[in-house]
């Protein structure tokens, strides 16, 4: 029996009708395309060419437990993906899985019903080898410039697409690594990204950043012309949140006494567990972290994005792979809107879990407490030395107009020589700066700014700090 005319109109417009869908949706990807016209390929111009991936938790100390969770999920995202080992290469202090406070020895976990995340991850560079030094010469795929560690480098081409994750504190201007003045500054890593880019070694570039005033790392400084899209989990001057911590909702497993992730991690991780990589692009995704963030008000940070955002437009699985089979929800059960802990916290919160643990009377708890104590008295000291400075070269009403954050657009600091060589002036002569003093960072960046000379600021150091150097 011949079809109706009008019955074969109906069938050869529905594919248009779904596909004009798609496009109000802003989700029109490839597998849209294949869905609509019935392709049974599953590549496009998109595919070609190698996934990269560089994953870097930048602390170290148990409680710092959160930040190689976040990277050992991100692997586990990534290999399920597909992406091999050899393309995968993993910076983490591994101090973490043994340590003696870990209740469960060898597994690491980022949610309090999440699975064992450790489990295959691999030991690049860990210990004294995850170092900045490393770092960007991995990223250029310089195997001669690394020393120690698998010597893994991002050996990438011009059809390569590179998804980079850093987890760990930050502070104006720059990204902490655990290594004793071994910093990595804003400028120097957009200096990596510029070489990168001029070496004509990838396609795309895609970087999530976790850490305390991250968009500092960025803002001002990445041109679009890069190719590289990046997203963070805070503008240039508010904290990042950690989450799934002790006292909180919702808590890890009562045996756990440190925070098991941090918020936009979580965020962006959780959500690439729930989808189809394929069917869901780095815009949608960074909407979704930019909420989720945010719905924690003000304990929560504002995500940001920087670079190409023409980027934003790709299926997630063009830089983390395609995930078919997605994990199952009901392990992480956590409300849209989690509890969280200030990053510059939450060691504090880990040593008053210590103290609090410790049988009363114990020599555990004294330890736990002097611990505790030691730490508050560092950061008071901290404080009092860098108001002390600045008053000493500015007086009291200009050291407040030190700790001005600049308006949007432009860079922390104008001259980063300068930023350098005055925060190498307050460490010789006050010591180094720990991961709570560097959140001070933005104080130096304004003096620079200010047109403040080093040799000025050796001299108000001098005066606060004593005339003996510091080792």
């Not at 594919?15 to 395309?33: C, D, F, H, Y």
């Not at 990204?193 to 001002?220: D, N, R």
Request: proline letters at 4%.
């Amino acid at each position: 029996m011949a079809v109706p005319v009008s019955t074969l109109l109906v069938i050869l417009l529905i594919p248009l009708i779904w596909l004009s869908a798609q496009l109000v949706q802003g989700r029109l990807t490839k597998e849209a395309l294949a869905t609509a016209f019935g392709s049974s390929s599953s590549t496009s111009n998109l595919d070609q060419g190698t996934k990269w991936a560089v994953l870097v938790a930048g602390s170290r100390g148990y409680g710092n437990y959160r930040h190689q969770a976040d990277v050992c999920h991100a692997y586990q995202i990534l290999k399920r993906g597909g992406l091999n080992d050899e393309n995968i290469i993993v910076f983490m202090y591994d101090d973490i899985a043994s340590n003696e406070e870990n209740p469960k020895k060898g597994i690491i976990i980022n949610s309090p019903k999440g699975e064992d995340v450790y489990k295959g991850v691999p030991k690049d560079y860990t210990g004294d080898n995850l170092t900045t030094n490393n770092l960007l010469a991995a990223i250029l795929g310089n195997k001669t410039a690394v020393t120690g560690g698998s010597g893994k480098v991002v050996n990438s081409g011009p059809d390569d697409h590179i998804f980079i994750y850093y987890s760990d504190h930050g502070s104006p201007g720059v990204l902490t690594m655990p290594g004793y003045d071994d910093d990595l500054y804003a400028k120097d890593f957009i200096n990596t990204l510029k070489t990168k880019h001029e070496s004509g070694t990838y396609k795309s570039m895609v970087i999530y950043v976790e850490a305390c005033e991250a968009g500092s790392i960025f803002e001002g400084l990445l041109p679009k012309e890069w190719n590289i899209y990046v997203t963070t989990a805070s503008n240039p001057s508010e904290s990042s949140w950690a989450t799934y911590c002790p006292g909180f909702d919702p808590p890890p497993p009562p045996e756990y006494n440190t925070c098991l992730g941090d918020l936009y991690s979580v965020a962006w991780m959780e959500d690439s567990d729930a989808h189809n990589l394929e069917s869901e692009t780095l815009e949608q995704q960074y909407q979704v972290v930019k909420n989720r963030t945010a719905a924690a008000k003000e304990r929560g940070s504002h995500a940001v994005e920087y670079g190409n955002m023409a980027l934003s437009k790709d299926p997630l699985s063009l830089y983390m792979g395609a995930n078919p089979s997605k994990i199952d929800q009901s392990m992480y059960q956590s409300p849209e809107t989690l509890s969280t802990v200030e990053q510059h916290d939450a060691d504090i919160l880990h040593l008053r879990e210590k103290v609090r643990r410790a049988p009363e009377g114990s020599n555990a708890r004294a330890q736990a407490q002097k611990e505790l104590d030691e730490a508050l008295s560092h950061r008071k000291h901290i404080d009092l030395t860098i108001q002390g400075i600045g008053e000493a070269l500015l007086g009291a009403q200009g050291y407040e107009e030190l700790k001005v954050v600049r308006s949007p657009g432009q860079t922390i600091v104008d001259d980063w020589d300068c930023f350098k060589a005055l925060v190498g002036s307050y460490k010789r002569y006050c010591g180094a700066l720990s991961t709570y003093g560097k959140k001070h960072l933005r104080v130096f960046a304004n003096m620079c700014n200010a047109g403040v000379q080093a040799h000025q600021l050796e001299e108000a150091t001098s005066q606060v700090c004593g005339n003996k150097l510091k080792k």
